[in-house]
């Protein structure tokens, strides 16, 4: 075709986990791929940290599916959630996970997977900002494009979904960084402490270019007592941001202060601090270009939540194996297969979503407190809850409505 | 509670093919069901001939699942359709199952899985013509109502999806009798014999309380010369409408005629005969009352489908079999139960209403010519065409759309 260039492969604009685990598995089954970067792998690496994630067991399973499972479970994993709920008398409990979950800093994550995709013959095309022009290009040179970044102004092209996207502004203000000097809760978990009404201290231990380090996730209430903690600027004087949050963590989250060795906590490095704010939203799943091309959403393209259950990448993992499954069973990319990769996904998406959504609520709704509560009488109750994070759909068939919580609770006896 | 009823168990509306599924699943998980039908056991035993349903293999095996495989395959079952294309060059050719179907008549079917219900404890309610008032009631006295019947005006609480059901009046008359006389195919088949433009002949082996028997089943277009099959009346000279039924064979289907002992061809009994017309339309999946109880539509309540590809007892079976499957999965009758219920089901039911839509659309849509002649020439994509009337999605994956066709089509080298 003179001028033109032919159609062929998929093309994935974005090198987080949403475009490396679709193009990682579309690559399995012998589909031509092509990942489309702003950012080199070099710039992956290295930088301010990306965001703080767990992949919960059931993301872990697909790693293992893709081959990348480079860091053992034994080492590198953790096992529950060590839950404390402050106020006048605190509660404090374990919960228990089936099979473990991990926390890899990004930047050593998407590196070594982007790797893995290149050794094995993959595509990737580096520097490229990616604008909603440049799709409309993309669509023409190849059989289906993937838009899997939030990045660059894309995810407009699909629209809200209003009565799934309840939030018009962010419900925490976020604090997230590695430190040193926190001794590994036992069994090794994850502590998520509640300070009402301030927020939540997510405290995650977590691999990093500087070794087994923790995440300190600061979730704070707009107005509540921590939200200093989203505006405090740590450059400009390091050892008075560490001894505020030190501060923070001291009153109101004491299960992880009691763990805290003072003298040598610390952040680990000036660019492991990420300060900011989510508006969690859901998006339609594709659009249509006016050259009759679709184009996919993925990951935050898609789905948008807050980090306070950290369901975000196994959202975008989930959401990738369904879309790059329906490729390789279907791949005839017209609007049914559109609708079916929407079905294929929408179950556990939109659980992830509805279920953030109600955990950031203010004031927590009542059936929420409810299930804490139960959670804190009834071991079975916690393990219940802390293995639905592998399913968040099951989590939302106990908490989509009051009457819900009720049956469940009911079922355990309660 | 004095003057009412405790609600308990579900209510299942009908005692065709979709609700006796459903209740012999529910009575396999343990959760206590009532069916409410018009008609008694030695009614549906009696009367004129309900319909004529082939059982694809998937729903041979979810009869299996249930215990109710009551007719060997080996002698029962049958293994491939003839098809037979008329016109100056007609086209002859079979397609083979991966696994065999079965015809049973449902005035021996029917009633055969009513006696398992009640003979593992089934709790039956006959003669209840149920009216919607009468759902209202029994929406109070049960968890769940299951609307399972097109009988009764109650189809009429699930709005028409316009964009689901092209039709506002049926496509083809319908003529469907079981006769003695026609010997069988070989491989033992059904026979697919198409008279452009009057018309189809399926002929199907079947068994009936008079033995193995022949199912003919004219679809004839209005306007037709066969149509007078629809209205030629058998009971005011038997003979007369034989030799009919004879002469439209003969001039229109010589694969069949070329089988039939015209000395012993008649109708097998006077009741053994139906005559009509179907408007097919697909339904919304639930409705909820005014006293905030939803009851969900299976069966014809939800989808109805002309017959020419044997399609709806598949249907309603597969659909009856996810909402069982949900309802031991998930017990909270509310609207995500309800959503998850349409969610879980839509792939299958609705390929089966657009696939026999087009089916019966006029003109043929041209990309349906062009798979029955790539057909006629590759055996291998007249075998795919064929087992997947067990896997209807994966036909309309095939069908939707004339691109779908010619990818397909491709695939194979054509």
């Known amino acids: 075709m003179p001028g033109g260039t032919e159609s062929s492969g998929i093309a994935v604009i974005g090198s987080g986990v949403a475009g490396l685990h679709l193009a990682l598995l579309l690559q399995r089954h012998g589909i031509p791929v092509t990942i489309y970067s702003e950012q080199t792998a070099a710039q992956l690496a290295s930088g301010r940290m990306l965001n703080t994630v767990a992949h919960h067991n059931t993301t872990v399973r697909r790693e293992q599916e893709l081959g990348v499972d480079h860091w053992e479970l034994a080492e590198y994993g953790y096992f529950c959630h060590h839950h404390y709920i402050g106020g006048p008398q605190p509660l404090s409990f374990p919960g228990a996970f089936g099979a473990p979950s991990r926390a890899i800093d990004y930047r050593v994550y998407l590196p070594r997977l982007l790797a893995d995709f290149q050794e094995r013959g993959g595509d990737f095309r580096a520097g490229q900002q990616v604008s909603p022009e440049e799709i409309v290009r993309l669509s023409e040179q190849h059989a289906l494009v993937v838009v899997a970044t939030g990045k660059g102004g894309v995810s407009a092209m699909f629209p809200v979904i209003p009565g799934k996207s309840p939030y018009s502004r962010p419900q925490r203000r976020l604090s997230a960084g590695l430190y040193h000097g926190i001794a590994r809760s036992e069994p090794k978990g994850v502590t998520m402490s509640v300070a009402p009404p301030h927020g939540e201290l997510l405290e995650i231990p977590t691999?990093?270019?500087?070794?087994?380090?923790?995440?300190?996730?600061?979730?704070?209430?707009?107005?509540?007592?921590?939200?200093?903690?989203?505006?405090?600027?740590?450059?400009?004087?390091?050892?008075?941001?560490?001894?505020?949050?030190?501060?923070?963590?001291?009153?109101?989250?004491?299960?992880?202060?009691?763990?805290?060795?003072?003298?040598?906590?610390?952040?680990?490095?000036?660019?492991?601090?990420?300060?900011?704010?989510?508006?969690?939203?859901?998006?339609?799943?594709?659009?249509?270009?006016?050259?009759?091309?679709?184009?996919?959403?993925?990951?935050?393209?898609?789905?948008?939540?807050?980090?306070?259950?950290?369901?975000?990448?196994?959202?975008?993992?989930?959401?990738?194996?369904?879309?790059?499954?329906?490729?390789?069973?279907?791949?005839?990319?017209?609007?049914?297969?559109?609708?079916?990769?929407?079905?294929?996904?929408?179950?556990?998406?939109?659980?992830?979503?509805?279920?953030?959504?109600?955990?950031?609520?203010?004031?927590?709704?009542?059936?929420?407190?409810?299930?804490?509560?139960?959670?804190?009488?009834?071991p079975a109750v916690a393990d219940e809850f802390t293995d639905n994070f592998n399913y968040p759909e099951r989590q939302w068939d106990i908490l989509a409505t009051p009457q819900r919580t009720a049956a469940f609770l009911a079922h355990h006896g309660m």
């Open 207 to 378: 691999f990093s270019s500087e070794g087994h380090v923790t995440v300190l996730l600061f979730e704070n209430v707009p107005g509540g007592d921590t939200e200093v903690l989203a505006d405090a600027k740590y450059d400009e004087d390091p050892a008075a941001f560490e001894r505020l949050v030190l501060e923070k963590v001291r009153v109101h989250h004491p299960s992880v202060f009691e763990r805290i060795d003072t003298a040598r906590f610390g952040l680990t490095r000036p660019e492991d601090l990420l300060q900011g704010a989510v508006t969690p939203v859901l998006r339609e799943d594709y659009t249509v270009l006016p050259n009759g091309r679709p184009v996919i959403a993925l990951g935050d393209a898609h789905s948008v939540v807050d980090p306070v259950v950290g369901q975000g990448a196994n959202s975008a993992s989930y959401s990738a194996w369904e879309l790059g499954t329906v490729i390789a069973e279907d791949p005839n990319f017209d609007e049914r297969f559109c609708q079916k990769v929407a079905a294929r996904r929408a179950n556990r998406v939109q659980a992830i979503s509805d279920w953030t959504n109600l955990m950031i609520a203010l004031p927590p709704a009542p059936h929420l407190l409810q299930l804490l509560g139960a959670m804190s009488q009834d």
